[in-house]
């Protein structure tokens, strides 16, 4: 059954610094891949989204992610990270894209000014 | 599109009471699933359905939870009785097939007393 890891489930970085958030995958078959975003109060949010086609996917909000079979990885980025940044990320899983998500735990990301 | 939508956004109820959440998709998906999400266990996929019909129930934690699709546009989550090891966040997402690419709506916080 395919699965995520997200190490840390807290990052704090200051403003303007880099964002990484790392996630790991296990799937037995070729995985399609999200990273979601959730705000306080609010439903989950597609940030980005890798479906087997090109390796680095750019998504909304200047993040991007770059999946790695070598490494069964699909850390998340952003180069400067902003106040409005701050909020509750999670990668998920799906294998085919045509099975149900599967989550990894979380990360809150705390950005400080 | 209004996006997928949940009603209530909260409910606070007795420990032995019904409950009920309900759902609506975005018009055009074909495909459902609720999610329940708590500190402790992240987001758990509960049951989806494809087309109306329930594919998957095996994450209902206990024949108390029952869920029900009469058509393409209502899905409803009932909790009978309710305990207060029920409270969290359920979330119900759609998609235009199987579980790439799920909307979420705003989610419905339960509190059970």
């Known amino acids: 059954a395919q699965s995520v890891t997200q190490l840390g489930s807290h990052v704090s970085v200051s403003e303007g610094a880099l964002v990484l958030l790392r996630c790991n995958y296990s799937?037995?078959?070729?995985?399609?891949l999200f990273w979601y975003v959730q705000y306080p109060n609010q439903g989950l949010q597609l940030l980005l989204k890798?479906?087997?086609?090109?390796?680095l996917v750019k998504g909304i909000n200047g993040f991007e992610a770059e999946f790695k079979k070598s490494e069964t990885s699909f850390h998340l980025t952003k180069p400067s990270a902003h106040m409005s940044d701050a909020a509750e990320y999670f990668c998920a899983v799906s294998d085919f894209g045509n099975t149900p998500l599967v989550f990894g735990k979380g990360t809150r990301l705390s950005v400080i000014a | 599109d209004a996006g997928v939508i949940q009603s209530p956004r909260h409910e606070v109820t007795e420990m032995g009471q019904e409950v009920t959440l309900r759902c609506k998709p975005i018009?055009?998906?074909?495909?459902l699933f609720w999610y329940r999400q708590t500190m402790m266990r992240g987001l758990e996929l509960l049951i989806y359905f494809n087309n109306n019909v329930p594919i998957d129930d095996s994450g209902m934690p206990e024949d108390r939870f029952s869920a029900k699709m009469p058509n393409a546009s209502f899905s409803t989550l009932k909790i009978q009785p309710s305990e207060p090891r029920d409270s969290a966040v359920y979330f119900c997402?759609?998609?235009?097939?199987?579980?790439?690419?799920?909307?979420f709506g705003q989610g419905t916080r339960l509190t059970v007393v």
């Open positions: 018009s055009g998906h074909n495909s």
């Open positions: 890798y479906t087997s086609a090109a390796t």
């Open positions: 799937s037995s078959v070729p995985p399609y």
């Open positions: 997402a759609s998609s235009l097939r199987g579980g790439a690419e799920a909307f």
